[in-house]
């Protein structure tokens, strides 16, 4: 019986059918077509040039294997791209196969030079027609270590920032991951942790950018048949900052295309800065291939300054600003903006201009006027602390017994409601919530959080309990 292109394939198909998911193979090798056998290299058909990144991104290996067993060591395989003729045909097992002892073989696929690739590489970043070579690192200068103040709530974070702009890519910390509620400071720490590295290493090409302005350049980069030159542009960055990742949530086309990004660099012993508004335990829709990466290195939480903190902040605001203010006004915004960093320099900004506009003198009569209009006007953040009051009063018992360990039933549920309460108002991680809930774990506030979902759609007094305390906490 002679060998065809067809019989070779075929017994490809079926060992390959023993090693992989029945769906998987359904969908990425039956639509595959023998089309010819030259020697020891068979050309295949595939149905695009997604399809082709995608065979050769997961499954480059038992390609290779199966092909090995039927042709040889010298076997090759040969794309042929339905409708992508002017692509030519990709020879994938030219290049380098990673050896079987390595456990993903993804992100060392993707650097597979395509034969239409231009020498010069597209840059996302470059507006059309204005040419610029130059990698821009899009920091901003003014965010530093100097005037990022460090207290009990940021002291991790900060220091971790320091140790990987000491040396980029050769700590323990890679991926950083800085997490906290809004106006915290993450962004500010992102953009400190960058311009430090660029004065410190200035042969270094660093890169900030949104997840949101990521995923735009991805999107884009699919429209315009550019998906493999945004691959190898983001792979030669040496740090890399990506700010907001919870953006990524629900996109599994850009989670796909930062997971093999993300692989290249770390293996290549670059440096990943991320910040997001949640620790990787409670992000909802990323992939858990991600999440297992995030947790790799260090993931640090932000959390809201004390007042000490949030006094020297307003100091260093001041004296940045050239502008000296009363120690007894200084103290009493500290102590009534209390949310985050951003308010509190939102609000001394605001005096100062009520100041200078009205050429009134910066008084306490002054201060509690613009404080009482600032927290008026500024959406208010519900605190754990809050929840816990509101739920207590609720439910006529003060907050030790609602912390207590007792087992009772109504006690128990009262607790539920504010772990579930805290996990739907706040940007705090499970850790957090259940530490300031009576010192319990993250598992034990996961649990409360279903129990109460289950609880509001079979209990009908159960469930008046959550319509009540919500509405008490939306006023």
């Avoid at 980069?221 to 040496?238: E, G, L, M, P, S």
Wanted: glycine share 4%.
């Amino acid at each position: 019986m002679s060998i065809t292109a067809q019989s070779v394939w075929d017994n490809c198909l079926e060992f390959i059918k023993d090693n992989i998911q029945p769906q998987a193979y359904k969908t990425w090798f039956e639509p595959i077509k023998a089309v010819k056998l030259t020697d020891n290299a068979l050309s295949v058909q595939v149905p695009s040039k997604f399809f082709y990144e995608w065979l050769e991104e997961h499954y480059v290996k038992i390609l290779k294997v199966s092909l090995t067993k039927e042709l040889g060591e010298k076997a090759k395989l040969v794309y042929i791209i339905k409708m992508e003729n002017t692509y030519g045909n990709k020879q994938p097992f030219t290049e380098k196969i990673p050896s079987s002892n390595r456990t993903s073989v993804k992100s060392q696929d993707v650097d597979i030079p395509l034969n239409n690739k231009s020498p010069e590489l597209r840059n996302p970043f470059v507006i059309p027609g204005i040419r610029n070579v130059k990698i821009e690192s899009q920091l901003n200068p003014n965010y530093s270590f100097e005037n990022f103040l460090e207290g009990d709530s940021n002291r991790l974070a900060r220091s971790a920032g320091l140790a990987v702009s000491a040396k980029p890519g050769g700590t323990s910390f890679n991926p950083l991951l800085v997490f906290g509620g809004v106006g915290l400071g993450k962004t500010h720490l992102a953009h400190a942790i960058g311009v430090d590295i660029k004065d410190k290493y200035p042969e270094k090409t660093v890169l900030y950018i949104s997840a949101e302005k990521f995923t735009q350049q991805y999107i884009d980069a699919v429209k315009k048949n550019n998906r493999n030159d945004f691959i190898h542009f983001y792979q030669i960055i040496d740090v890399l900052i990506i700010d907001d990742v919870q953006f990524f949530s629900g996109k599994t086309g850009t989670q796909d295309v930062f997971f093999h990004i993300f692989n290249h660099l770390h293996q290549n012993g670059k440096q990943v800065i991320l910040t997001s508004d949640k620790a990787p335990v409670d992000m909802q829709d990323i992939e858990q291939r991600l999440l297992s990466r995030f947790k790799w290195g260090l993931s640090a939480e932000l959390q809201t300054p004390d007042f000490e903190t949030r006094v020297s902040i307003l100091k260093n605001k001041l004296y940045r600003d050239g502008v000296e203010m009363p120690e007894e006004i200084v103290e009493y915004v500290a102590k009534n903006i209390k949310t985050n960093v951003r308010e509190l320099e939102g609000a001394i900004i605001s005096l100062i201009a009520q100041s200078s506009f009205n050429k009134k003198e910066i008084t306490i009569d002054l201060a509690r006027i613009i404080v009482e209009k600032f927290v008026k006007n500024t959406k208010r953040e519900v605190s754990i602390d809050y929840i816990q009051k509101v739920v207590s009063d609720y439910f006529q018992m003060d907050i030790d017994t609602l912390q207590s360990k007792t087992r009772k039933r109504h006690i128990v549920q009262a607790r539920q409601l504010a772990m579930f309460f805290a996990k739907k108002f706040t940007k705090a991680s499970l850790a957090s919530i259940g530490s300031q809930i009576g010192k319990r774990d993250h598992a034990t506030v996961l649990h409360a959080c279903k129990t109460v979902d289950n609880l509001s759609s079979t209990d009908k007094q159960f469930r008046k309990y959550v319509e009540d305390i919500t509405k008490k906490l939306s006023v």
